[in-house]
């Protein structure tokens, strides 16, 4: 239970192990070898989704690990096939492509994701949307394409599309249908967490307990190697990479960050990012970054987006009321909120103030 509505401390940061890369980072204990079982860490790193996905488990068996790795990479690879915007076919691209028409019929996994999205949809007030994907078209925050500030106008335009309460689903009959013509999904603020859950599930099932598996900035830990919960780094906004600005302690839960640093360009001395604000279809000024712990990946990977959107006020206030989520996010001020449930877990510096 949330013994505040809000915290704010200020504890003394300490030193700690190097990071991984990406956008959070886990800290392996320090020693690799279990003094009780002879268990050693197992480590493989694929492409999936767009993003790096690092698996590692703790075990004696290093053939059944590498096994079970591949289900999960397979598992990765067929949810992208149904939920991608890139891959022909997907169930997503011909959902887009009948807006306005009638039902498509998709998989029980885009159903899953379809609701869950339209739940956080509710909880953020219309913040975390997936037909933002209207937007998609006009904005580019790719390194190897013409970054631009879209026309202001053409983005109005496209406003009415946004509109996750105009997603409709038909879970009984195993179909969905965007009502407005020219509407457009996008699953990439909520599908690899959906992915991530669906891996850690298949590494429990084939017995393995003390696990990691990180896609991107969503990241999830499973037992405690070495007897001790896993110590995990949170990338400081405007620090250099692998520079985090807080730690925390974690067992069989799950943490993801989004924020404004991973894929961004500036015009006239304003960052751009590629977060957008659906009400506004730009990019979101309120946060530097969010990051939301939980018990489900798919969860957090949906929240840290809307309470991104939302900042730190009306974000953190989500937070408190929301049962086993907790978070830290970073205002567009640099100042820190930290939930009251995670206060006591987390040790934390001001992060590096720069545009």
């Avoid at 598992?75 to 039902?103: Q, T």
């Avoid at 994907?133 to 006009?138: C, D, H, N, T, V």
């Avoid at 830290?328 to 206060?343: M, P, R, T, Y």
Wanted: negative net charge.
């Amino acid at each position: 239970m949330k013994s505040a509505p809000l915290a704010r401390s200020r504890p003394a940061f300490p030193a700690f192990a190097a990071l991984l890369a990406g956008t959070l980072a886990a800290c392996a204990p320090p020693d690799t070898t279990s003094p009780d079982r002879g268990a050693r860490p197992v480590t493989e790193t694929r492409m999936a989704m767009g993003s790096e996905l690092r698996l590692t488990a703790w075990t004696t068996d290093e053939a059944a690990a590498r096994a079970a790795f591949k289900e999960v990479f397979d598992e990765f690879d067929r949810l992208e096939n149904l939920m991608s915007v890139w891959r022909e076919g997907s169930d997503v691209l011909r959902l887009n492509a009948a807006a306005g028409g009638d039902p498509v019929a998709v998989s029980p996994e885009v159903i899953d994701v379809l609701t869950l999205a339209r739940q956080i949809g509710e909880w953020t007030g219309g913040k975390f949307d997936v037909s933002f994907g209207a937007l998609s078209g006009l904005w580019r925050f790719d390194h190897d394409q013409d970054n631009r500030v879209p026309d202001a106008d053409a983005v109005r335009a496209r406003l009415p599309l946004v509109a996750y309460e105009h997603v409709e689903l038909y879970a009984r009959a195993g179909t969905a249908r965007l009502a407005r013509p020219g509407m457009s999904v996008h699953l990439g603020g909520i599908g690899k967490g959906y992915a991530v859950d669906r891996g850690a599930a298949r590494l429990r099932a084939h017995g393995l307990t003390d696990f990691l598996i990180q896609s991107g900035g969503d990241l999830y830990v499973g037992g405690r190697p070495e007897g001790r919960p896993w110590r995990l780094g949170i990338q400081d906004p405007r620090g250099p990479a692998n520079q985090s600005f807080a730690v925390l302690e974690l067992s069989d839960g799950t943490l993801s960050t989004s924020g404004d640093y991973e894929r961004f360009f500036f015009h006239e001395g304003r960052r751009y990012h590629h977060i957008l604000d659906p009400d506004r279809g730009e990019p979101a000024t309120a946060s530097r970054s969010a990051t939301i712990v939980s018990n489900q990946a798919v969860l957090a990977d949906a929240l840290s987006t809307g309470v991104f959107i939302l900042g730190p006020e009306r974000g953190m206030a989500l937070i408190e009321r929301l049962p086993d989520v907790e978070g830290i996010i970073v205002g567009a001020d640099n100042e820190v909120l930290v939930s009251s449930g995670l206060a006591p877990h987390v040790t934390w510096r001001t992060p590096t103030d720069a545009p």
